[in-house]
């Protein structure tokens, strides 16, 4: 169903992106390239200058020269290559995913460079009569500052309730959800599509997700899915099973809102106590590109359905760029697969009906999109909203929570506040995990509508999201 069809059963709906930034790069002649050995790493392909597209095209910055290009059905390879050397075209990478082929797709996408900048190469392969559509290789940013520990001292406010000790009637009643035992369940999985989680982390370590299918450090693809001895989950921007370390701060602080270990007298507690992350890293220290993206989601699709596994959702804690049906091909993978796609609303004070912002203002109904709420009921400052593209709020303003430290040569576990949608969305997908946990079996719908149909009306959101509320997990 399309999104903006199941809107009116429950109010409205929502989705919301973040700063927007583009990206292009590399090419070779036509290649299919596997999973696990595409092209050089985004980090490489980037050059120090980006292009900038005029505000009424895409919001936000592109690396020249790249393109994500996808023939028309029945295209073989000669008039593909014709095509290639015709528009002087590389093929960095072709983008053919196990879930796109477990999808009935056979014709997958090519990530291509050309000597042409963007607009001009994008206006060129228009005139091709075999491309279906080309579309720039978006970069994507995650939105968050740093302003300084956590749950019995008051601070870690998203998680109370107006019933609850401590007490803030605008947090999201988490702590009353834990009074009534119900703590979550390791049987759920989340995904985190950000940067890498810091696995070690002394309030993440048991909760961090491992591939029971994969053999660790073998250096063989034992699970059949393309990627060699991804135990904790994949680096899609190195290309490789490196998830973990310092640098991984924004990944590992949305995780600790989701799910930090509760109860242990340690640090934060996560919405859900109990429960498993699979880390997809795709954000790097220049953001993250669509085809790498792409790649992260599918990923997520294919695990569950490769081995059956219990994934709820993926937390989408970025945004950026202008449209990309390739990415809107994968997030609908997602929702076929019965996983809800929760995406933060961005940080630019807009209302994104009127200028839309991605990938949460995409219309595929697995979304749902978070505003960001204050500690005293308002909206935050920064937080986008949106009546008709914007779900719901959420905790997002001082919110404390898990990250890696450099001590010496040593890393080690810390704790810090940031602020940004890209922490309320942590909290929503923390109250899908909670939910499934006590309502086993519950399908991605169903989940959604209980979240969407028990938020608490606020005054500062009324008119701003599609349920004029804010989470409330407190029956969860």
Not at 184 to 193: E, K, L, Q, R, W
Not at 281 to 290: A, E, V
């Amino acid at each position: 169903m399309e999104r903006r069809k199941l809107m009116n059963s429950i109010g409205g709906f929502a989705a919301v992106a973040f700063g927007a930034a583009l990206l292009f790069s590399g090419c070779r002649k036509e290649q299919a390239v596997s999973q696990t050995d595409g092209g050089a790493s985004l980090e490489k392909r980037l050059s120090e200058e980006t292009v900038s597209f005029p505000a009424n095209t895409a919001r936000g910055e592109a690396v020249p020269n790249e393109l994500i290009v996808r023939f028309k059905p029945g295209v073989g390879e000669d008039r593909r290559q014709r095509a290639f050397e015709h528009m002087n075209a590389e093929v960095v990478e072709k983008l053919h995913t196990q879930a796109m082929k477990d999808f009935g797709d056979e014709r997958g996408y090519f990530l291509v460079r050309m000597p042409a900048d963007v607009p001009q190469a994008m206006n060129r392969w228009r005139d091709e009569e075999d491309i279906e559509y080309a579309e720039p290789n978006y970069l994507y940013s995650y939105s968050a500052t740093s302003n300084d520990p956590y749950f019995t001292d008051g601070q870690l406010w998203g998680m109370y309730g107006s019933s609850t000790s401590p007490s803030n009637q605008y947090g999201t009643g988490s702590a009353a959800a834990w009074a009534n035992n119900h703590t979550g369940s390791n049987s759920v999985i989340i995904a985190v599509i950000d940067e890498g989680i810091y696995n070690e982390h002394e309030d993440l370590n048991a909760n961090c997700w491992v591939n029971p299918y994969e053999i660790p450090n073998n250096k063989k693809d034992d699970d059949g899915n393309g990627y060699v001895d991804d135990v904790y989950g994949w680096n899609f921007d190195r290309n490789n099973n490196k998830t973990s370390g310092s640098a991984e701060t924004h990944g590992s602080h949305v995780a600790g809102t989701i799910g930090a270990v509760g109860g242990n007298n340690k640090g934060v507690a996560g919405v859900c106590w109990n429960i498993k992350m699979i880390s997809c890293k795709f954000l790097g220290r220049r953001g993250g590109s669509t085809a790498n993206a792409i790649k992260a989601v599918d990923y997520v699709t294919d695990m569950k359905t490769r081995h059956n596994l219990n994934i709820v959702a993926t937390n989408n804690s970025w945004g950026g760029g202008g449209f990309s049906q390739s990415l809107k091909d994968a997030i609908d993978r997602a929702e076929a697969a019965d996983i809800l796609f929760i995406a933060a609303a961005g940080n630019d004070s807009r209302n994104n009906d009127a200028s839309a912002s991605y990938p949460s203002n995409y219309t595929s109904s697995n979304i749902i999109a978070v505003a960001s709420i204050t500690s005293s009921g308002g909206l935050s400052s920064f937080s986008n909203y949106g009546l008709t593209t914007v779900d719901i709020g959420a905790p997002g303003s001082g919110i404390y929570s898990t990250v890696p430290k450099k001590q010496g040569k040593s890393v080690v576990s810390s704790y810090a506040s940031y602020n940004g949608t890209s922490m309320a969305t942590p909290h929503v997908t923390g109250a899908a995990a909670l939910y499934a946990a006590s309502h086993p079996g519950s399908s991605a719908a169903a989940i959604k509508t209980a979240i969407l149909s028990s938020a608490t009306a606020t005054s500062s959101l009324s008119g701003k999201c599609a349920t004029g509320g804010r989470l409330n997990t407190s029956g969860f």
